[in-house]
């Protein structure tokens, strides 16, 4: 697998209900971002966990991280249908951090 | 807040053009990144910058692609002849610093690219 492999690819869930994403990467991290793209639109950083860090929160957003696992997830919590977006994880690598991102999840929350 | 912003939103061009993709990073930052997305796939790292020279490049970024921070603000990319697969969205982020790797970066809202 990739470095940063999210799955699942696409998930459909109802306005109100909880969205779980997962993210997984293969080499060592300093941390691991989570970014947010609405269709053929702009990145939005979400969050950004350190990997001495295993959950963090930000409104409605919960993100935890396993380095044993490497993985991590995001959950958003009583989705709205304006959380309709891709959401990719990013991991910083090299000695300029660039970003190695992810697969993508699509998520659709339906009305 | 600040942000970073990205010149034109869409470009068309013929194949064979070429093309200059602009963007201001944020004031405060000092590495600066091209990635860019064709379309449906993910998000690809080109370049990053810093101190007026190309810290990293990935082998996409060939002899046809070059960067420049012309003058302290603008942050250019510029494909010298275009092919048809270079038809993509193409960001530009930036960074206040590298160390300890703990920075986020930011994007800018990024110019699609269509070549014909």
């Known amino acids: 697998s990739q470095q940063g492999e999210e799955d699942p690819q696409a998930l459909s869930i109802q306005e109100g209900e909880n969205a779980t994403m997962n993210c997984s990467y293969k080499?060592?991290?300093?941390?691991l971002q989570w970014y947010r793209q609405n269709s053929g639109r702009g990145l939005v950083h979400l969050i950004l966990?350190?990997?001495?860090?295993r959950e963090k929160h930000s409104g409605r957003l919960r993100v935890t991280l396993d380095t044993s696992k490497k993985s991590s997830s995001l959950l958003i919590t009583a989705s709205r249908a304006a959380d309709t977006a891709s959401y990719f994880c990013a991991t910083p690598t090299g000695g300029g951090n660039k970003l190695t991102f992810g697969t993508g999840t699509q998520l659709k929350v339906e009305l | 807040e600040p942000e970073v912003t990205q010149t034109p939103s869409h470009q068309v061009t013929q194949m064979g053009q070429e093309v200059i993709l602009r963007c201001v990073p944020i004031s405060n930052h000092l590495y600066f990144y091209w990635y860019r997305q064709i379309l449906g796939q993910k998000v690809e790292f080109l370049v990053s910058f810093y101190n007026n020279e190309i810290s990293e490049k990935s082998e996409i970024f060939d002899d046809q692609f070059s960067v420049e921070r012309p003058d302290g603000s603008n942050f250019t990319l510029k494909i010298r002849s275009t092919k048809l697969e270079d038809s993509a969205m193409y960001f530009c982020a930036s960074v206040r610093r590298v160390a300890e790797a703990q920075e986020t970066q930011y994007f800018g809202p990024g110019t699609r690219l269509l070549v014909l």
């Open positions: 080499t060592s991290i300093n941390n």
């Open positions: 966990i350190r990997s001495n860090e």
